[in-house]
Protein backbone atom coordinates (compact mmCIF):
# COMPACT_ATOMS: atom_id res chain seq x y z
CA UNK A 1 0.00 0.00 0.00
CA UNK A 2 1.32 3.23 -0.87
CA UNK A 3 2.26 5.71 2.36
CA UNK A 4 -0.04 8.69 2.28
CA UNK A 5 0.23 11.96 0.87
CA UNK A 6 2.43 15.00 2.37
CA UNK A 7 0.64 17.23 0.48
CA UNK A 8 -3.59 18.03 0.16
CA UNK A 9 -4.29 20.28 -2.66
CA UNK A 10 -8.32 20.87 -2.21
CA UNK A 11 -9.77 22.79 -5.10
CA UNK A 12 -12.26 25.79 -4.11
CA UNK A 13 -15.65 26.41 -6.15
CA UNK A 14 -18.09 23.97 -4.61
CA UNK A 15 -15.40 22.29 -2.40
CA UNK A 16 -15.03 24.57 -0.13
CA UNK A 17 -17.48 27.31 -0.85
CA UNK A 18 -21.14 26.42 -0.90
CA UNK A 19 -22.62 28.27 -3.59
CA UNK A 20 -26.40 27.49 -2.91
CA UNK A 21 -26.69 31.38 -1.28
CA UNK A 22 -26.29 32.99 -4.68
CA UNK A 23 -29.63 31.46 -5.49
CA UNK A 24 -31.25 33.96 -3.79
CA UNK A 25 -29.29 36.52 -5.58
CA UNK A 26 -30.43 35.22 -9.10
CA UNK A 27 -33.94 35.73 -7.10
CA UNK A 28 -33.51 39.12 -5.94
CA UNK A 29 -32.50 40.26 -9.20
CA UNK A 30 -35.78 38.95 -10.78
CA UNK A 31 -34.51 35.53 -11.97
CA UNK A 32 -35.23 32.29 -11.12
CA UNK A 33 -33.18 30.44 -8.35
CA UNK A 34 -32.63 27.77 -10.29
CA UNK A 35 -30.29 29.57 -13.24
CA UNK A 36 -27.67 28.81 -10.37
CA UNK A 37 -26.35 25.57 -11.54
CA UNK A 38 -27.16 26.26 -15.09
CA UNK A 39 -25.16 29.26 -14.97
CA UNK A 40 -22.28 27.90 -12.77
CA UNK A 41 -21.75 24.83 -15.06
CA UNK A 42 -22.03 26.65 -18.44
CA UNK A 43 -19.01 28.57 -16.68
CA UNK A 44 -16.96 25.88 -16.39
CA UNK A 45 -17.88 24.24 -19.82
CA UNK A 46 -16.43 27.71 -21.21
CA UNK A 47 -13.44 28.27 -18.85
CA UNK A 48 -12.83 24.76 -19.92
CA UNK A 49 -13.26 24.74 -23.46
CA UNK A 50 -10.90 27.78 -24.12
CA UNK A 51 -8.29 25.93 -22.09
CA UNK A 52 -8.87 22.84 -24.35
CA UNK A 53 -8.59 25.35 -27.84
CA UNK A 54 -4.97 26.72 -25.84
CA UNK A 55 -6.69 30.00 -25.06
CA UNK A 56 -7.19 31.94 -21.27
CA UNK A 57 -9.55 33.75 -19.71
CA UNK A 58 -9.76 34.38 -15.67
CA UNK A 59 -13.15 33.22 -13.99
CA UNK A 60 -15.07 36.12 -13.78
CA UNK A 61 -15.12 37.25 -17.29
CA UNK A 62 -16.16 33.91 -17.88
CA UNK A 63 -18.73 33.72 -15.54
CA UNK A 64 -19.93 37.49 -16.62
CA UNK A 65 -19.91 36.09 -19.94
CA UNK A 66 -22.10 33.50 -19.55
CA UNK A 67 -24.47 34.77 -16.90
CA UNK A 68 -25.50 38.10 -19.57
CA UNK A 69 -27.52 36.26 -22.15
CA UNK A 70 -28.85 33.84 -19.77
CA UNK A 71 -29.97 36.63 -17.54
CA UNK A 72 -30.86 38.37 -20.95
CA UNK A 73 -34.03 35.63 -21.38
CA UNK A 74 -35.67 36.38 -18.05
CA UNK A 75 -38.29 38.76 -19.16
CA UNK A 76 -38.30 40.76 -16.06
CA UNK A 77 -35.45 41.46 -14.28
CA UNK A 78 -35.89 44.00 -11.65
CA UNK A 79 -33.33 46.09 -12.99
CA UNK A 80 -30.75 46.78 -15.92
CA UNK A 81 -28.93 43.63 -17.26
CA UNK A 82 -25.45 44.89 -16.40
CA UNK A 83 -26.71 46.00 -12.50
CA UNK A 84 -28.24 42.34 -11.99
CA UNK A 85 -25.32 40.41 -13.88
CA UNK A 86 -23.06 42.46 -11.37
CA UNK A 87 -25.38 41.82 -8.22
CA UNK A 88 -25.42 38.18 -8.78
CA UNK A 89 -21.69 37.97 -9.22
CA UNK A 90 -20.88 40.15 -6.20
CA UNK A 91 -22.32 37.32 -4.47
CA UNK A 92 -18.93 34.96 -4.52
CA UNK A 93 -17.34 37.11 -2.32
CA UNK A 94 -19.83 36.53 0.59
CA UNK A 95 -19.89 32.98 0.42
CA UNK A 96 -19.74 30.74 3.72
CA UNK A 97 -17.81 27.54 3.73
CA UNK A 98 -19.74 23.96 3.95
CA UNK A 99 -20.13 22.55 7.42
CA UNK A 100 -17.23 20.32 6.88
CA UNK A 101 -14.40 22.31 5.59
CA UNK A 102 -13.13 23.34 9.11
CA UNK A 103 -13.40 19.90 10.38
CA UNK A 104 -11.78 18.23 7.94
CA UNK A 105 -8.74 20.84 7.45
CA UNK A 106 -8.03 20.59 10.91
CA UNK A 107 -8.06 16.87 10.58
CA UNK A 108 -5.31 17.50 7.84
CA UNK A 109 -3.34 19.06 9.98
CA UNK A 110 -3.63 16.47 12.68
CA UNK A 111 -2.32 14.24 10.10
CA UNK A 112 0.57 15.79 9.60
CA UNK A 113 -0.14 16.86 5.73
CA UNK A 114 0.79 20.04 4.36
CA UNK A 115 -2.45 21.86 2.85
CA UNK A 116 -2.87 24.26 -0.18
CA UNK A 117 -5.90 25.05 -2.25
CA UNK A 118 -6.07 25.43 -6.37
CA UNK A 119 -8.96 26.56 -8.09
CA UNK A 120 -10.15 27.71 -11.81
CA UNK A 121 -10.98 31.40 -9.40
CA UNK A 122 -8.58 33.44 -7.94
CA UNK A 123 -6.43 32.77 -5.02
CA UNK A 124 -7.42 35.89 -3.24
CA UNK A 125 -10.99 35.22 -3.46
CA UNK A 126 -10.30 31.66 -1.95
CA UNK A 127 -7.83 33.23 0.71
CA UNK A 128 -10.71 35.52 1.39
CA UNK A 129 -13.05 32.51 1.24
CA UNK A 130 -11.30 30.91 4.14
CA UNK A 131 -10.62 34.26 6.16
CA UNK A 132 -14.90 34.74 6.56
CA UNK A 133 -14.81 31.30 7.99
CA UNK A 134 -11.85 32.06 10.45
CA UNK A 135 -9.74 29.40 9.00
CA UNK A 136 -7.29 30.79 6.67
CA UNK A 137 -4.70 30.13 8.60
CA UNK A 138 -4.96 26.60 8.12
CA UNK A 139 -3.94 26.42 4.74
CA UNK A 140 0.04 27.12 3.44
CA UNK A 141 -0.69 28.08 -0.14
CA UNK A 142 -3.57 29.83 -2.28
CA UNK A 143 -2.96 29.02 -5.56
CA UNK A 144 -4.99 29.47 -8.65
CA UNK A 145 -5.06 28.75 -12.65
CA UNK A 146 -4.05 31.98 -13.90
CA UNK A 147 -0.05 31.55 -12.71
CA UNK A 148 -0.12 28.79 -16.13
CA UNK A 149 -2.62 30.16 -18.07
CA UNK A 150 -5.20 26.90 -18.34
CA UNK A 151 -8.11 26.26 -16.68
CA UNK A 152 -8.33 22.62 -14.87
CA UNK A 153 -8.32 20.32 -15.99
CA UNK A 154 -5.37 20.18 -17.89
CA UNK A 155 -2.79 18.97 -16.51
CA UNK A 156 -0.58 21.95 -16.33
CA UNK A 157 -2.21 23.84 -12.99
CA UNK A 158 -1.54 20.97 -11.08
CA UNK A 159 2.15 19.99 -11.93
CA UNK A 160 2.44 24.05 -11.35
CA UNK A 161 0.98 23.15 -7.64
CA UNK A 162 3.34 20.26 -7.30
CA UNK A 163 6.44 22.23 -8.09
CA UNK A 164 5.37 25.74 -6.26
CA UNK A 165 5.03 23.30 -3.15
CA UNK A 166 8.03 21.22 -4.16
CA UNK A 167 6.33 18.42 -3.92
CA UNK A 168 6.41 15.48 -6.63
CA UNK A 169 2.90 14.51 -8.24
CA UNK A 170 3.13 11.20 -6.89
CA UNK A 171 3.11 12.49 -3.04
CA UNK A 172 0.36 15.17 -3.52
CA UNK A 173 -3.41 14.69 -3.50
CA UNK A 174 -5.83 16.35 -5.02
CA UNK A 175 -9.64 16.61 -3.21
CA UNK A 176 -12.25 17.96 -5.33
CA UNK A 177 -16.43 17.31 -5.57
CA UNK A 178 -16.01 17.29 -9.22
CA UNK A 179 -14.94 13.91 -11.13
CA UNK A 180 -13.51 15.91 -13.88
CA UNK A 181 -11.24 17.23 -11.74
CA UNK A 182 -10.00 14.45 -9.54
CA UNK A 183 -9.65 12.91 -13.03
CA UNK A 184 -7.33 15.79 -14.21
CA UNK A 185 -5.19 15.43 -11.12
CA UNK A 186 -4.88 11.59 -11.67
CA UNK A 187 -4.15 12.14 -15.44
CA UNK A 188 -1.33 14.65 -14.26
CA UNK A 189 0.19 12.44 -11.72
CA UNK A 190 -1.57 13.27 -8.39
CA UNK A 191 -3.73 11.02 -6.63
CA UNK A 192 -7.10 11.81 -6.41
CA UNK A 193 -9.51 12.09 -3.36
CA UNK A 194 -12.91 12.75 -4.60
CA UNK A 195 -16.04 14.48 -2.02
CA UNK A 196 -18.80 12.53 -2.68
CA UNK A 197 -21.06 15.38 -1.13
CA UNK A 198 -24.07 14.49 -3.30
CA UNK A 199 -23.89 10.74 -2.98
CA UNK A 200 -24.01 9.89 -6.70
CA UNK A 201 -22.36 7.34 -9.26
CA UNK A 202 -18.80 8.60 -10.18
CA UNK A 203 -18.21 8.62 -14.15
CA UNK A 204 -17.04 5.29 -15.43
CA UNK A 205 -15.60 7.62 -18.48
CA UNK A 206 -12.68 9.31 -15.66
CA UNK A 207 -10.02 7.76 -13.97
CA UNK A 208 -11.27 6.78 -10.66
CA UNK A 209 -10.27 8.11 -7.25
CA UNK A 210 -8.13 6.54 -5.31
CA UNK A 211 -9.84 7.55 -1.86
CA UNK A 212 -13.82 8.83 -2.09
CA UNK A 213 -16.35 9.62 0.96
CA UNK A 214 -19.32 12.00 1.17
CA UNK A 215 -17.76 14.75 3.85
CA UNK A 216 -14.44 16.16 4.04
CA UNK A 217 -13.13 14.59 7.41
CA UNK A 218 -14.17 11.04 6.28
CA UNK A 219 -12.20 11.47 3.39
CA UNK A 220 -8.67 13.14 4.99
CA UNK A 221 -8.88 9.89 7.02
CA UNK A 222 -9.01 7.48 3.98
CA UNK A 223 -6.58 9.27 2.51
CA UNK A 224 -4.12 9.77 5.26
CA UNK A 225 -4.01 5.82 5.97
Known amino acids: MNPAPSVAI ?3 NETLSDLAPLAGRFEEVGAPGDLLPTWFAA ?6 ALAASGQYADFPD ?4 VLRPLLGRV ?9 AAEHVLAGMATLPVHPDVEPGLRRLREAGMRTATLTNGSAAAAE ?3 ERAGIADLVERYLDVS ?4 WKPAP ?4 HACRTLNVAEGDAALIAVHPWDVHGARRAGLRGAWLDRHRVPYPSVFLAPDVSASDLPTLVDRLSR
Open 10 to 12: LDV
Open 128 to 130: ALL
Open 156 to 159: EPYR
Open 62 to 65: VARA
Open 147 to 150: EVGR
Open 75 to 83: GDLDRPLEE
Open 43 to 48: TLRDGI
